[in-house]
Protein backbone atom coordinates (compact mmCIF):
# COMPACT_ATOMS: atom_id res chain seq x y z
CA UNK A 1 0.00 0.00 0.00
CA UNK A 2 1.03 3.29 -0.60
CA UNK A 3 -0.41 6.73 0.62
CA UNK A 4 0.04 9.86 -1.75
CA UNK A 5 -0.49 13.27 -0.74
CA UNK A 6 -1.01 15.89 -3.22
CA UNK A 7 -0.32 19.71 -2.65
CA UNK A 8 0.71 23.00 -4.12
CA UNK A 9 -2.93 23.33 -6.44
CA UNK A 10 -4.69 27.01 -6.83
CA UNK A 11 -5.66 29.73 -9.10
CA UNK A 12 -3.11 31.48 -11.15
CA UNK A 13 -3.70 33.54 -14.43
CA UNK A 14 -2.65 32.56 -17.57
CA UNK A 15 1.14 32.83 -18.35
CA UNK A 16 1.84 32.18 -14.31
CA UNK A 17 3.47 29.42 -12.53
CA UNK A 18 2.41 26.49 -9.75
CA UNK A 19 4.35 23.72 -8.32
CA UNK A 20 2.74 20.59 -7.54
CA UNK A 21 3.81 18.28 -5.13
CA UNK A 22 3.28 14.25 -4.51
CA UNK A 23 4.48 12.86 -1.22
CA UNK A 24 4.48 9.14 -0.39
CA UNK A 25 4.33 7.55 2.22
CA UNK A 26 6.83 5.03 1.91
CA UNK A 27 10.60 5.07 -0.12
CA UNK A 28 9.92 6.06 -3.88
CA UNK A 29 13.43 5.09 -4.76
CA UNK A 30 12.27 1.73 -6.74
CA UNK A 31 9.07 2.59 -7.59
CA UNK A 32 8.43 1.40 -11.55
CA UNK A 33 6.41 5.07 -12.65
CA UNK A 34 5.11 8.04 -10.78
CA UNK A 35 3.41 11.04 -12.13
CA UNK A 36 0.49 13.14 -12.71
CA UNK A 37 -3.22 12.80 -15.02
CA UNK A 38 -5.40 15.23 -15.06
CA UNK A 39 -9.36 15.91 -15.41
CA UNK A 40 -10.41 18.95 -17.36
CA UNK A 41 -14.24 19.35 -17.45
CA UNK A 42 -15.97 17.56 -19.78
CA UNK A 43 -13.05 15.66 -20.64
CA UNK A 44 -10.82 12.40 -20.46
CA UNK A 45 -8.35 12.01 -17.91
CA UNK A 46 -5.16 12.43 -19.69
CA UNK A 47 -1.60 11.06 -18.51
CA UNK A 48 0.17 14.50 -17.98
CA UNK A 49 3.29 13.63 -17.03
CA UNK A 50 5.58 10.27 -15.65
CA UNK A 51 9.12 9.89 -14.23
CA UNK A 52 10.70 6.26 -14.16
CA UNK A 53 12.70 4.37 -12.20
CA UNK A 54 15.75 4.84 -14.32
CA UNK A 55 14.62 8.80 -14.05
CA UNK A 56 13.60 9.20 -18.04
CA UNK A 57 10.71 11.30 -18.13
CA UNK A 58 7.64 11.04 -20.19
CA UNK A 59 5.09 14.13 -20.96
CA UNK A 60 1.60 14.55 -23.20
CA UNK A 61 2.92 16.91 -26.43
CA UNK A 62 0.56 19.84 -24.83
CA UNK A 63 3.04 20.52 -21.93
CA UNK A 64 5.87 20.08 -23.45
CA UNK A 65 8.62 22.42 -22.60
CA UNK A 66 6.08 24.31 -19.90
CA UNK A 67 6.13 21.57 -17.37
CA UNK A 68 8.64 19.52 -15.62
CA UNK A 69 8.41 16.89 -13.51
CA UNK A 70 11.27 15.91 -11.00
CA UNK A 71 11.71 13.74 -7.59
CA UNK A 72 13.24 14.19 -4.27
CA UNK A 73 13.92 10.50 -3.54
CA UNK A 74 15.12 11.00 0.41
CA UNK A 75 12.10 13.03 0.66
CA UNK A 76 9.68 10.53 -1.14
CA UNK A 77 7.99 13.01 -3.23
CA UNK A 78 7.63 13.81 -6.90
CA UNK A 79 7.06 17.34 -8.26
CA UNK A 80 5.44 18.98 -11.59
CA UNK A 81 6.38 22.00 -11.85
CA UNK A 82 4.00 23.94 -14.16
CA UNK A 83 5.17 27.28 -15.98
CA UNK A 84 3.74 29.38 -18.95
CA UNK A 85 0.09 27.88 -17.56
CA UNK A 86 -2.64 28.16 -20.16
CA UNK A 87 -6.69 28.47 -19.60
CA UNK A 88 -6.71 24.58 -21.13
CA UNK A 89 -4.26 23.29 -18.40
CA UNK A 90 -7.44 23.87 -16.12
CA UNK A 91 -8.47 20.54 -14.12
CA UNK A 92 -7.84 18.62 -11.15
CA UNK A 93 -4.69 17.19 -11.10
CA UNK A 94 -4.04 13.71 -9.48
CA UNK A 95 -0.78 12.25 -8.30
CA UNK A 96 -0.26 8.36 -9.33
CA UNK A 97 2.02 5.48 -8.62
CA UNK A 98 2.35 1.78 -9.92
CA UNK A 99 5.40 0.74 -7.89
CA UNK A 100 5.71 -2.81 -8.94
CA UNK A 101 4.02 -1.97 -12.67
CA UNK A 102 0.78 -3.73 -11.61
CA UNK A 103 -1.03 -1.99 -8.62
CA UNK A 104 -1.77 1.59 -9.48
CA UNK A 105 -2.38 4.42 -6.05
CA UNK A 106 -3.85 7.20 -6.71
CA UNK A 107 -3.80 11.13 -4.57
CA UNK A 108 -6.91 12.93 -3.78
CA UNK A 109 -6.44 15.17 -6.25
CA UNK A 110 -5.84 19.04 -6.04
CA UNK A 111 -7.30 21.70 -8.42
CA UNK A 112 -5.64 24.01 -10.74
CA UNK A 113 -7.72 26.83 -12.32
CA UNK A 114 -5.99 28.97 -14.89
CA UNK A 115 -7.87 31.95 -15.69
CA UNK A 116 -7.66 34.26 -19.13
Known amino acids: QVQLVESGGGGVQAGGSLRLSCAAS????????MGWYRRAPGKQRELVAR???????HYVDSVKGRFTISRDIPKNTVYLQMNSLKPEDTAVYYC??????????WGQGTQVTVSS
Open 96 to 105: YTNPSGTDVY
Open 26 to 33: RSIFSFNA
Open 51 to 57: IFDDGST
